[in-house]
């Protein structure tokens, strides 16, 4: 993929406002492999008038003709899946049979949904003397991060474009060649000039300026809960739709009549994929105290098979956040059983799989978003304790609960204040409400709830 020197407005790349631009280094390698432009309001006032200028004629199209949009986008991203993966490798440094399986695959499938959504999607309802009409909100600004880059993408413009909204994309820093590569893909596709738009272009400039316009009508903002806090208020005060995905720090509850390996050994694995940076990763393994020490050995086992098998995280600055963290693991009295500060090699972002045991629920490892390869494993008394641990964080983005009895286990998933529970391991579902309970955010995403975020309602009584 060839960096554009330009921003996606209008169906067409046009040269930047100001000539700075931004590196694309790859994690692995420490290398520069490409520069995109770096924009500012002055890009942002070009992409919102054209999308606001594009939304009467896109929102006017037949639910059918934006099913076939979306089925076309799809195709082009299932024609370009190989390219996909290989961006999302050079520009995040995750290894490729994990950019191929992940990376290209689930967003693929998401645009297959939406695809679907649209065409079959009642944006109709009578309700007594009342028909309730399903609306698009208009101007969508949306706002992605780094760790799934294509994903967060096209878990946004997907149902944005299927309500018949139009929008606005302001990517990550670290991952813009992934969107130049979707911005392409939508041109291909046949989206309407105007309809999505893309400016590349670093948080607090080209991101704040989207957030604040007042063209946007809606800011569907994934990222940390420091920004969306800051987000939530801009959009609060100038009364606007937001919608927020923010951090995590879920818990794994291994009830004591799991399969013990089994759950350890998911647990593990579901941490260390793409190198810790999932904001739903269950970063908090919640073991009964009669097989802890059992689950501990099987923990340290399972991190260290996967060595040098992880890719590095995504950039010098996530390293040492990450780094710090394990610092203060050991500081406040965890006992490190796996990996550690040391890099497992000489060049790139690598951090050793880490595994912590002796974690109590105050620690800091416990409490805050780590967004690296690290677990913590933090030893119950009964079930009581462990809700009141699972549940004792500000977060509440996802979890899971393994128990010998699927009743069991989703009688305590009830009581855990958290968007998405995985009962013993149960398969990832695009169709599924992804968002968060507490501080890990506001709205929905993907399936038929992702879809209503960018509708609005108008009654009409007869
Ligand atoms: P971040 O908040 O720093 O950045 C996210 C996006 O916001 C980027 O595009 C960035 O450029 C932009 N941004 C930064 N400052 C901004 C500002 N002042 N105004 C407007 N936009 C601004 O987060 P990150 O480090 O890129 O991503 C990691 C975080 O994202 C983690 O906390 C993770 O949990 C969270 N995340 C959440 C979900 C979810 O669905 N809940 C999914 C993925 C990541």
Redesign the pocket.
């Known amino acids: 993929m060839k960096a554009h020197d330009g921003m996606y407005i209008d169906g067409a790349w046009r040269p930047a406002a100001s000539g700075e631009g931004i590196d694309v280094v790859n994690p692995v390698d420490e290398q520069v492999i490409g520069r995109v432009p770096a924009g500012t309001a002055v890009d942002v006032d070009h992409a919102v008038p054209a999308a606001r200028a594009a939304f009467p004629a896109w929102a006017a199209t037949s639910p059918t003709e934006r099913a076939a949009r979306l089925a076309a986008l799809r195709d082009v991203l299932v024609a370009r899946k190989d390219e996909i993966a290989e961006t999302v490798t050079a520009e995040l440094g995750s290894p490729l049979p994990f950019s191929q399986n992940v990376h290209a695959a689930v967003p693929i499938a998401v645009a297959g949904s939406y695809a679907e959504l649209a065409g079959t999607y009642s944006f109709e309802e009578k309700a007594g003397n009342s028909t309730v009409y399903l609306e698009p909100v208009g101007v969508v600004g949306a706002?992605?991060?780094?760790?799934?880059p294509l994903h967060?993408i096209v878990a946004k413009v997907a149902p944005a474009l299927a309500a018949g909204c139009t929008v606005v994309l302001?990517?990550?820093?670290?991952t813009p060649l992934t969107a130049q590569l979707f911005a392409e893909a939508v041109h291909e596709a046949g989206v309407p000039a105007g309809v999505f738009n893309l400016v590349t272009g670093?948080?607090?400039v080209?991101?704040?300026a989207?957030?604040e316009h007042p063209g946007v009508d809606l800011v569907s903002?994934?990222?940390?809960?420091?920004?969306?806090r800051?987000?939530g208020a801009t959009a609060g005060a100038a009364i606007k739709k937001v919608a927020l995905?923010?951090?995590?720090k879920s818990a794994n509850v291994i009830l004591p009549s799991a399969d013990l390996a089994k759950a350890v050994n998911v647990g593990v694995a579901n941490v260390m994929s793409n190198s810790g940076?999932?904001?739903?990763a269950w970063t908090r393994m919640l073991v009964h105290r009669d097989q802890y020490e059992e689950a501990v050995g099987l923990a340290a086992t399972a991190a260290a098979k996967y060595g040098d098998r992880i890719g590095p995280v995504v950039n010098a600055k996530?390293r040492a956040r990450v780094l710090s963290y394990i610092d203060k693991g050991l500081a406040e009295g965890a006992r490190l059983v796996a990996g550690g500060t040391e890099s497992p090699h000489e060049q790139g972002y690598f951090i050793s799989p880490t595994v912590f045991a002796e974690v109590t629920p105050e620690m800091t490892i416990a409490q805050e978003?780590i967004?690296g390869p690290v677990l913590s494993i933090l030893r119950y008394e009964d079930e009581e304790d462990a809700l009141r641990i699972a549940n004792g964080t500000v977060y509440g983005?996802a979890g899971a609960v393994w128990a010998g009895d699927e009743t069991e286990a989703v009688a305590f998933a009830r009581r855990l204040e958290t968007g998405q529970v995985d009962i013993n391991g149960g398969r990832f579902n695009p169709l599924a409400p992804?968002?968060?309970y507490k501080q890990?955010?506001v709205g929905r995403?993907l399936g038929t709830h992702g879809l209503s975020e960018y509708l609005q309602t108008k009654s009409l009584q007869f």
């Open positions: 706002i992605t991060p780094w760790n799934y967060q302001k990517p990550a820093e670290d670093l948080g607090p080209a991101g704040q989207l957030a903002f994934t990222g940390s809960t420091a920004v969306g800051q987000i995905e923010l951090g995590g940076q999932t904001c739903s996530q978003e967004f983005l992804f968002g968060g890990s955010g995403e």
